[in-house]
C-alpha cells in the first residue's frame, strides 16, 4: 500500500500533459533570456554612461534586471514543482544563483533550455550579444 501511495505522489509531480511542459519550459526559458538581456544591458549601461549619482542611486536598467530575474526565478518554481527538471540538477537553484551572479549556475539553466528546445531564447553564460 505505501508503494502504491508513493508512486500516486511521485506521478503527480510531473505535468500529465506534455504540451503543458512543453509551454513552461518555453515560457521559463524566454523569461531566462529576457533576464540575460536586461542584465547585459544594464552592464552596457553602466561601462557607457557614469550617473554621477554614486552607489545608492538605481538606473531603471537595474530595475528592469531585478524585475527579470525574479520572473525567470518564478517560472522556474514552476518547472520545479511539477518536476520538470532534469540533467541532475535543480533549474530552481541554478537560476536563483545565475540570477545571484554566478555564471556556472547560468550556463547550467542555459543548458536546461537547450535540452528543452528552446535554445535560441538563451543565450550561453557570459555571452556580449545574441
Known amino acids: 500500500m505505501a508503494v502504491a501511495f508513493a508512486a500516486v505522489l511521485m506521478s503527480g509531480c510531473s505535468s500529465s500533459e506534455p504540451a503543458q511542459a512543453k ?3 518555453q515560457d521559463y526559458c524566454g523569461k531566462l533570456g529576457s533576464w540575460q538581456d ?3 544591458a544594464a552592464a552596457a549601461d553602466d561601462a ?3 550617473t554621477g549619482g554614486g552607489p545608492d542611486v538605481r538606473s531603471p536598467e537595474s530595475e528592469d534586471t531585478e524585475s527579470a530575474g525574479q ?3 518564478d517560472a522556474s518554481k514552476r518547472l520545479a ?4 527538471e532534469h ?3 535543480s533549474v530552481l ?3 536563483v544563483n545565475a540570477v545571484g551572479g554566478d555564471v556556472g549556475a547560468e550556463s547550467r539553466a542555459v543548458s536546461y533550455c537547450d535540452s528543452s528546445g ?3 531564447l538563451v543565450g550561453s553564460a557570459g555571452w556580449t550579444q545574441r
Do not use: C, P, S
Open 23 to 25: 509551454e513552461w519550459q
Open 38 to 40: 536586461a542584465k547585459h
Open 71 to 73: 520572473a525567470a526565478i
Open 118 to 120: 528552446f535554445e535560441t
Open 87 to 89: 540533467g541532475g540538477t
Open 48 to 50: 557607457d554612461v557614469d
Open 93 to 95: 537553484d541554478d537560476t
Open 81 to 84: 514543482r511539477h518536476g520538470l
